[in-house]
């Protein structure tokens, strides 16, 4: 079993910076695949980024790619979203999830994840 706890939420203005990290409990998080998914008021929860568990394949979702960066550090047991050229549209409670794993995969559904995270509040503003 997995605890995620995820940081690094705020208000920033559109086409600022922002890192989230999420923190994960135990001593088998280089079993887990992580992913990040985000949902705004009134939608469903959508995939944004993901990554295997050992870090070398990634995947984003196409509303993201070329600005949004996930990487993981196996040793500290953390998964970050380093998101770029914030837009409006990228508010979002952001959750960290993970799925054990002995493959070498990224997972993009939400349904084939095990573990979430609370979330963290990202808000853009215009």
């Known amino acids: 079993q997995v605890q995620l706890v995820e940081s690094g939420g705020g208000l920033v203005q559109a086409g600022d910076s922002l890192r989230l990290s999420c923190a994960a409990s135990?001593?088998?998080?280089?079993?887990?695949?992580m992913g990040w998914f985000r949902q705004a008021p009134g939608k469903e929860r959508e995939f944004v980024a993901a990554i295997s568990s050992s870090g070398t394949n990634t995947y984003y979702a196409d509303s993201v790619k070329g600005r949004f960066t996930i990487s993981r550090d196996n040793a500290k047991n953390t998964v970050d979203l380093q998101m770029n050229s914030a837009k409006p549209e990228d508010t979002a409670v952001y959750y960290c999830a993970a799925h054990r794993t002995s493959s070498s995969y990224y997972y993009t559904s939400r349904y084939e994840y095990d573990y979430w995270g609370q979330g963290t509040q990202v808000t853009v503003s215009s």
């Open positions: 135990g001593r088998t998080f280089s079993s887990y695949a």
